[in-house]
T-cell receptor, first 114, second 109 residues
Framework: IAGITQAPTSQILAAGRRMTLRCTQDMRHNAMYWYRQDLGLGLRLIHYSNTAGTTGKGEVPDGYSVSRANTDDFPLTLASAVPSQTSVYFC?????????????FGPGTRLTVL | GQNIDQPTEMTATEGAIVQINCTYQTSGFNGLFWYQQHAGEAPTFLSYNVLDGLEEKGRFSSFLSRSKGYSYLLLKELQMKDSASYLCAVSDSNYQLIWGAGTKLIIKP
């Protein structure tokens, strides 16, 4: 693995179903992020984690949860999917939490909720 | 509130120069990033400015004026592969990135 991987690449999901999007990085970065990207709205932060064992809420956290059991993995869970959660989801990581630093992005997961 | 503005779409000709502007109002400022995003792909880092002035990196340059809350990305000698969206993002007081909606750049032959 080099960089950040996400799975699945795409998914069609029935409303009300539970879904976990996976994200793994091998750069030993402390900080990880989940964004959603919708046409015309840009990237919006859902949740973040500055270090393993800690998480925080971003701009649009409702309906989503995350965990950070170790440095490498940062899964995003939709407990009960709704059509408004149809979006492209990007996971990102960076090596700085107390200074500005470049974020590296995974390839994204395209999620459709019907 | 926090706000970052960029033009939605721009068109330019292969071989020409284009300037993509970004204005911002954020709670705190710890630098401004530009990213490139090709359709269907992830954003990739282009540049970072924290001090006023111009940073040049090959065909791409980025300018910042903190007093005006203004930045621009300058692309020279445009190539067809430069067709992409360009995202402006500001690092706020908590070092979180606040993102603009992006500017879609269309390059015509």
């Amino acid at each position: 693995i080099a960089g950040i991987t996400q799975a699945p690449t795409s998914q069609i999901l029935a409303a009300g179903r539970r879904m976990t999007l996976r994200c793994t990085q091998d750069m030993r970065h402390n900080a990880m992020y989940w964004y959603r990207q919708d046409l015309g709205l840009g990237l919006r932060l859902i949740h973040y984690s500055n270090t393993a064992g800690t998480t925080g809420k971003g701009e649009v956290p409702d309906g989503y949860s995350v965990s950070r059991a170790n440095t490498d993995d940062f899964p995003l869970t939709l407990a009960s999917a709704v059509p408004s959660q149809t979006s492209v989801y990007f996971c990102a990581s960076s090596d700085g939490t107390s200074r500005p630093s470049e974020q590296f992005f995974g390839p994204g997961t395209r999620l459709t909720v019907l | 509130g926090q706000n970052i503005d960029q033009p939605t779409e721009m068109t330019a000709t292969e071989g020409a120069i284009v300037q993509i502007n970004c204005t911002y109002q954020t709670s705190g400022f710890n630098g401004l990033f530009w990213y490139q995003q090709h359709a269907g792909e992830a954003p990739t880092f282009l540049s970072y400015n924290v001090l006023d002035g111009l940073e040049e990196k090959g065909r791409f340059s980025s300018f910042l004026s903190r007093s005006k809350g203004y930045s621009y990305l300058l692309l020279k000698e445009l190539q067809m592969k430069d067709s992409a969206s360009y995202l402006c993002a500001v690092s706020d007081s908590n070092y979180q990135l606040i993102w603009g909606a992006g500017t879609k750049l269309i390059i015509k032959p």
